[in-house]
DNA sequence: AAGTGGTCTAGACCACTAC
DNA sequence: TAGTGGTCTAGACCACTTG
């Protein structure tokens, strides 16, 4: 009985324009319909059209200048937060065939930046979940997850070869609020350089990141290795957003 | 003659909202000002002061529940866009001295890729300006920069040494409207290695970035590299906002 | 000059939280 | 139950862009 109490109109407005957008309408800098035009097309105020326009603003989907019409910001994929979280979701949505092969998935005391990670005592114990992550059959990521350990049944109950975790937690009603993601460059070690199958000492990306549920607790701690070669990350920013996507490299060697 | 146009009423009252919260103001949990206090104590609407929350949230300084009051979102520094493009108002920001030796800066013919990158012909004449950045004193990045020959000559009447380009651009009314990063791992050419101090062969952090006017007319293009172990990336990211910074990287080795 | 987005007001009702 | 934020309306004036 999970009652769906229906979403905003100004939700319902930004939802269409975003999808026109993505559908092409609007593309070759004609400008979108105006504020008046909108709120007579939907009878709805003018206000709850700029609340739907600040929003499409925010998610970086339109800009606007004062006097002109709004213009559709091309190109840019709107990335959600939950593809930037789920590798699966990302890989399919750059036409590519997520997999991976699992390492390891047991229940280990933790160290202490672990626990640290998941605001638990040193040595409480944990899942730990090893998997290489492949697109399209070849390795591309390393990645090094820890769960606490209230998590353990869920995720064990999961084909970690082929499901989606990240989709398997939000349907058990997990779900994802924040997350911070630390990006350096580090080289290959002798064990993730094979498990990569690239040359020792190589350069990856390593990302550290954490997620959190809307009240604070922490759903997983992840240490990812990235080959250099093959994952790269974008950000991009202005006075009215910043969005932030996970490319595949270009001219990868 | 620049005549400043005062700042709207909102924006007054999201900086002075966000300015008491960097000096600890409503700190421990205790909530922020209601929407109704603060409207009788700005002397203005609700609606107004809720365009103010609407700032705060989009750049994550505050989060907001039906029914409860808003909280200051603690810790995250509040990278603004200019922090994230201007070295030097980084380093200053992390308490560090910034600081650079000039390599090159001269006018070249541009190669393809950087052509395409600041919209001009292949072989149009561009400055192309190399410097290894410092923080305080040691080595962090090599910056190598591109700009469309209309800025060379107040790019070059700068100390390239001592002076800030971003703010000097910014006084000289080129505003910086949006800019896109792409972040990889990269391993260390011979020439780099010695100019950033590190072994040939070391993991580096890459970035592109592609700064652009509000007109849509390029900055600047610029492909920087990183010492691995001294800088890392931040990404914040949540439903309402997401937020990037650039930090030294902890336990650096 | 007409149209557009940016700012602001003064109300209203609702869903939710805290006590 | 009182207070809070979330949604929405119907107006107003202004700054700016476009013809």
């Not at 409480?124 to 353990?152: C, F, I, K, N």
């Not at 999961?158 to 993601?181: I, W």
Request: hydrophobic share 40%.
């Amino acid at each position: 009985m999970t009652e769906k109490t229906s979403p905003p109109l100004y939700r319902r407005i930004a939802d269409d324009l975003a999808e026109a957008i993505r559908g092409g309408a609007y593309g070759g800098g004609r400008g979108l319909p105006s504020e008046s035009e909108l709120s007579r097309a939907y009878g709805v105020s003018r206000g709850t059209v700029r609340q739907a326009f600040a929003q499409l603003r925010a998610s970086g989907v339109v800009s606007s200048r004062q006097g002109a019409r709004r213009q559709a910001q091309g190109e840019q994929r709107l990335q959600s937060m939950s593809e930037l979280l789920s590798f699966s979701q990302w890989a399919r949505s750059i036409g590519e065939v997520p997999g991976s092969r699992e390492i390891t998935a047991a229940t280990t005391g933790s160290t202490a930046v672990v626990a640290a990670a998941l605001d638990l005592a040193e040595g409480s114990q944990v899942l730990h979940v090893v998997r290489v992550r492949l697109l399209s059959g070849s390795p591309a990521m390393l990645e090094d997850t820890y769960y606490p350990e209230r998590l353990a049944p869920l995720i064990l109950s999961a084909d970690l070869a082929r499901d989606s975790l990240t989709e398997r937690l939000e349907r058990q009603g997990v779900h994802l609020e924040e997350a911070e993601h630390h990006i350096r460059a580090v080289p290959a070690t002798p064990c993730v350089a094979e498990l990569l199958d690239v040359a020792e000492g190589a350069p990856l990306l390593r990302t550290t990141r954490r997620t959190t549920e809307p009240n604070g607790r922490v759903v997983e701690f992840s240490v990812d290795h990235y080959r250099g070669d093959a994952v790269a990350f974008v950000v991009r920013n202005s006075a009215a957003s910043t969005t932030t996507a996970r490319v595949t490299a270009p001219g990868a060697g």
